[in-house]
């Protein structure tokens, strides 16, 4: 049977990137949806603002919500200081063995928790679990419906903090309406939109960076 398009993402990075580069995992993936087969990462543009907000914010603790096949994974623990962790929820055990594979091959396990299971199941037990009290940093890129309710039980289980800063993708293709609403009008954010195009496209998108005020 054909293979999958996440599966030929893989031997992609596998052919094209050196071991322990996560440059080069990064451009591969990238040159591959651009000229190959597009897919929902990141990618390189909205890729390069999500670089900056994380190098500006230096993260010790970081959470992602949604690894797919890993590239935003990549982007951001390749920036993270020794000792940091990015804990990375994926519920599709497909998806979640080719992001454990281009994760490997960046280099980068040792900085990443990748967690096979949903986001609502793991947010409540990440404390008891993982000893994580509270969030530097949270990137959104799961099911766009997720976004404000995975949000509030974050409020809810006291993992935002003062200075909490949460950055969400797709805010405009495919759009997340309700949670833009929310953290634009919530007097306990203070929300920016970066303005962006979709992966490999020259449709609008943009990321929204919410950051908590407690
Ligand atoms: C149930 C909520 N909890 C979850 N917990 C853990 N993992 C979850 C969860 N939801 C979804 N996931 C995983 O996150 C990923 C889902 C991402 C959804 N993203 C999109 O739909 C998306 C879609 C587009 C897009 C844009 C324009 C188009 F024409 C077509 C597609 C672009 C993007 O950048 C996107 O991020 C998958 O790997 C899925 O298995
Ligand atoms: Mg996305």
């Given at each position: 049977?054909?293979?999958?398009?996440?599966?030929?993402?893989?031997?992609?990075?596998?052919?094209?990137?050196?071991?322990?580069?996560?440059?080069?995992?990064?451009?591969?993936?990238?040159?591959?949806?651009?000229?190959?087969?597009?897919?929902?990462?990141?990618?390189?543009?909205?890729?390069?603002?999500?670089?900056?907000?994380?190098?500006?914010?230096n993260p010790e603790k970081v959470l992602e919500l949604g690894t797919y096949c890993g590239y935003s994974t990549v982007r951001i623990a390749r920036l993270l200081p020794p000792g940091a962790r990015l804990i990375t929820l994926e519920f599709n055990a497909d998806y979640a063995a080719i992001a454990r594979q281009v994760i490997a091959w960046a280099g980068l396990e040792d900085k990443v928790q990748l967690v096979e299971?949903?986001?609502?199941?793991?947010?409540?037990?990440?404390?008891?679990?993982?000893?994580?009290?509270?969030?530097?940093?949270?990137?959104?890129?799961?099911?766009?419906?997720?976004?404000?309710?995975?949000?509030k039980l974050m409020e809810d289980c006291g993992l935002l903090r003062k200075g909490t800063v949460l950055l969400a993708d797709n805010v405009i293709c495919p759009g997340v309406p309700d949670y833009l609403e929310y953290v634009r009008n919530s007097l306990s954010y203070k929300s920016y939109y970066f303005k962006s195009h979709l992966e490999y496209t020259k449709a609008e998108d943009g990321l929204e960076k919410s950051v908590f005020l407690g």
């Open positions: 049977t054909r293979s999958t398009r996440p599966q030929r993402l893989l031997k992609v990075v596998q052919k094209h990137a050196t071991r322990g580069d996560p440059q080069s995992v990064i451009s591969a993936i990238d040159h591959f949806c651009r000229h190959s087969e597009w897919a929902m990462n990141v990618g390189d543009e909205k890729g390069s603002i999500l670089d900056s907000v994380v190098s500006e914010l299971g949903a986001s609502e199941d793991w947010i409540p037990r990440m404390k008891e679990h993982f000893g994580i009290e509270t969030f530097d940093f949270v990137f959104l890129d799961h099911w766009k419906d997720r976004y404000l309710p995975d949000t």
